[in-house]
């Protein structure tokens, strides 16, 4: 099993910073993609970013020129700085992994959430 554990959340206002961090740890012989996903009150779960083992990475519109998403291979960490955050942002921030166990087998893993509230 993988576990991602996520830090970092809190309530800020709007035009603030925060910065999420997310550990992954087990039985991992590869993490291909980390990324952030979101979910606010009665919307469903998208992609906010993700990142590749090579660098590579995706943002969603609505988040580009604010967030960026980097990773610390060696640590197995993804982060997620956000800046010039909106109301909008408002949602519960999801980290997703996968890639592949020490058996070779694929693996999806999801950390348990970290609350981000912006105050106007």
């Known amino acids: 099993q993988v576990q991602l554990v996520e830090s970092g959340g809190g309530l800020v206002q709007a035009g603030g910073s925060l910065r999420l961090s997310c550990a992954a740890s087990g039985r991992m012989f590869s993490i291909n993609v980390m990324g952030w996903y979101r979910q606010a009150p009665g919307k469903q779960r998208e992609l906010v970013a993700s990142i590749t083992s090579g660098g590579s990475t995706n943002y969603a519109d609505s988040v580009k020129g604010r967030f960026t998403i980097s990773r610390d291979n060696a640590k197995n960490t993804v982060y997620l700085q956000m800046n010039s955050l909106k109301p909008e942002d408002t949602a519960v921030y999801y980290c997703?992994?996968?890639?592949?166990?020490?058996?070779?087998?694929?693996?999806?893993?999801w950390g348990q959430g970290t609350q981000v509230t912006l105050s106007s």
């Open positions: 997703n992994a996968g890639g592949l166990t020490w058996s070779r087998t694929p693996f999806v893993s």
